[in-house]
């Protein structure tokens, strides 16, 4: 079993930065392979960014692909996502995500754990 808590969100200007961090719980955080999506209002969850467990591979949604960063620490049981340039669209729920399949995945449907969400918002 692993939980996930989200924390870092908030409200930033478009063009701003913010980093988002997920605190995972278990010993076996660094074999879970990690993923970050959002969900808009309205809109369905989409993929964000996925990370292997060893850092080795990371896999990008074309819409944040240069802007955003997914980095992990095994040590602290913690992943990021570094935001940077933000727009106006990227205004969602962020969660984080663990999957238990070595490889990095897209597909909600491979992963197990889910966080509660953090909310981002970026004014225009």
């Known amino acids: 079993q692993v939980q996930l808590v989200e924390s870092g969100g908030g409200l930033v200007q478009a063009g701003g930065s913010l980093r988002l961090s997920c605190a995972a719980s278990?010993?076996?955080?660094?074999?879970?392979?990690m993923g970050w999506f959002r969900q808009a209002p309205g809109k369905e969850r989409e993929f964000v960014a996925t990370?292997?467990?060893?850092?080795?591979?990371?896999y990008y949604a074309d819409s944040v692909k240069g802007r955003f960063t997914i980095s992990r620490d095994n040590a602290k049981n913690t992943v990021y996502l570094q935001m940077n340039s933000l727009k106006p669209e990227d205004t969602a729920v962020y969660y984080c995500a663990a999957s238990p399949y070595a490889g990095i995945w897209s597909r909600e449907r491979s992963y197990e754990y889910w966080g509660q969400g953090t909310q981002v918002t970026v004014s225009s």
């Open positions: 990370i292997s467990w060893s850092s080795s591979s990371t």
């Open positions: 278990g010993r076996t955080f660094s074999t879970y392979t």
